[in-house]
Nanobody, 123 residues
Framework: VQLQASGGGLVQAGGSLRLSCAASGRTFSSYAMGWFRQAPGKEREFVATVSWSGTSTVYADSVKGRFTISRDNAKNTVYLQMNSLKPEDTAVYYC?????????????????WGQGTLVTVSS
């Protein structure tokens, strides 16, 4: 599976962005998907994950209620809708996949990673 993330950019605090992650390969629907982020000077951290079917999701506490992960298996794409953005959301956002059915926040499980897309939130 090859992953291509897009949709990052500069936004003011309180604004919204939608990230997309397009996957190649016919087995996209077999993979659980996740979004992770890495802020400057910090380690990469879990943001959100969705099951292969799209029916089960898990969020980091820091984004719960503001971000929504979803997927469209017909389009081989996973999305991250980010609302009420804060300066502390500034980071490079990565999408990733692993060959499991259930959503997982465990980074080590993820086998394939996209190149990352930069989100900058100004105050």
């Amino acid at each position: 599976v090859q992953l291509q993330a897009s949709g990052g950019g500069l936004v003011q605090a309180g604004g919204s962005l939608r990230l997309s992650c397009a996957a190649s390969g016919r087995t996209f629907s077999s993979y659980a998907m996740g979004w992770f982020r890495q802020a400057p000077g910090k380690e990469r951290e879990f943001v959100a994950t969705v099951s292969w079917s799209g029916t089960s999701t898990v969020y980091a506490d820091s984004v719960k209620g503001r971000f929504t992960i979803s997927r469209d298996n017909a389009k081989n794409t996973v999305y991250l809708q980010m609302n009420s953005l804060k300066p502390e959301d500034t980071a490079v956002y990565y999408c990733a996949s692993y060959s499991g059915s259930y959503p997982s926040r465990i980074e080590a499980l993820y086998e394939h990673w996209g190149q990352g897309t930069l989100v900058t939130v100004s105050s």
